[in-house]
């Protein structure tokens, strides 16, 4: 298929390498002209803008940083598009955000679908990603055989902004998750227990969890490199609490949550990963 | 002196009629002109003419979208003012909205106050509102006149947007007092004492406080038509925690009271006064 791609960062460029790898012909575009070579060197086709990246293709993928991102590349797609493209975003977005860019753009013809991921970098280099797809079920089938280069799980969710909901919805799972891994073992610390064989009773009980083992390992280890970095994950939770704020939804463990990762990025840990959330624990409780 | 003012609603009407009263040729201007009827007041057709014809302009309406619109969009009051006549915003917005407004102002040498007010309907009633006021210190002395017919606690906090910063912290301490009377309340029930009683006595104690005061009464009368709607509160939640998080604060309380707005607004409670936060916890 001829697929243009916009956005070529940690998660965009292994995507594209992905669909190059799955046989597709592929048009890139990034801001910063520099992050695409490696990507031509691979075979792509370079674009001027979005307008280019659209014109010829059959399905164009945005991979930036948010939501008026999302909007401005979208807007260029729409004047290069030919009638009957479909457009997926795969950007963590907000959903009321998606659904105002899917109306915008089935006025110039354009089918649009949201579809954020996760799985992290790893996912993207892996082609492991988890995809949660919201939109028409032709934009979905037109998509399909690109998302099966970069994902495995991939679920269409609904219609237009529900992939954002799904996703809104993994960073709450996650991201108390992670606050709740963090939290046990601050308090087995704080009872003189080791924390190492607090995990491993539990991963053989009903508080099993990928967290638990993946996120959890990496805090013995006090290994706190990206991963998924602190400010992305507050970012993420953000977009979950003004939904809420929005829809009048009672959400008191996000909002507890939301907090500790705000104040991780103001003091200074947002690049680090967010199970750097344990240190913020350790600080609050005297355990330094 | 020719005073404009716009937002006539239920803080913003007694506020313009102690304008009047004080003696000053009111102009005002409404987006629906029914609710300028019965004022003393020239109307105006559109923002601008009303700057056009004010040397000194107030507004009190809900959001930082609306005050942007009447400041700076299509026949906003930017395109009447004159260089050195000077726009008083009472309204409560995000800190960044009132900075980024009094820069544009600012260029066609329009001065701008942010200048928030506490107090509810009552205080713009009795003229005792709080404002806390943000901008050049010589400006608000020029108006200061004004102000005082309006509140008796004026106070210059710093810069544009400082005014509204002082709002925010302000609502923050408020409604999270709201919520504790609410839960004392729940508390004192729940345990077969009379709520009343227990307020009473606390009015005389440590934990004494106007909100307790003003708010406690009402959740022991079950009084929950609006003094202030609770709705606004809902939406200065909004703003107070966008601040908070792109200053990197962890505001962990007013999180937590946000969602219990967010309960309040859930249950069609918006229009009615903030001590429904009593009946969000009697939901459980």
Known sequence: MKIGFIGLGIMGRPMVFNLLKGGHQLTVWARRAESMQPLLDAGARGAGNPAEVAQGNELVISMVADAPDVAEVMRGVAQGAAPGLVAVDMSTIAPAAARRIGVDLAAAGVDFMDAPVSGGEVGAIAGTLSIMAGGSEAAFARARPAFECMGKNIVHVGTSGAGQVAKAANQIVTGMGVLAVAEAFAFAAKNGVDRGKVREALLGGFAYSKILENHGQRMLDRNFKPGFKSWMHEKDLNIVMQTAHELGLCLPGSAATAQMFNAMVGSGMGEEDSIAVLKLLERLSGQQ | MKVGFIGLGAMGRPMALHLQQAGHDLHVWARRPESAAGLPA?????????????????????????????????DGLIEGMAPDSVLIDCSTIAPDAARRIATRLGERGIHMLDAPVSGGTQGAIDATLAIMAGGDAAVLERVRPLLDCLGKRIVHIGPNGAGQVAKACNQMIMVAAIEAAAEAMRLATASGVDCAKVKQALAGGSAASRVLDVMGERMVNRDFGAGIEARLHHKDFGLVLEAARKSG???????????????????????????????????N
Do not use: H, K, Y
């Open chain 2, 249 to 283: 604060v962890p505001v962990p309380l007013t999180a937590t009271v946000a969602q219990q707005l967010n309960a309040l607004m859930a249950q069609g409670w918006g229009r009615d006064d903030t001590a429904s936060l009593l009946r969000v916890l009697e939901l």
């Open chain 2, 42 to 74: 020239t109307v105006c057709a559109t923002p601008a003419e009303l700057g056009r014809r004010c040397a000194v302009v107030f507004t009190i309406i809900t959001s930082s979208a609306d005050v942007e619109a009447v400041a700076l969009g299509a």
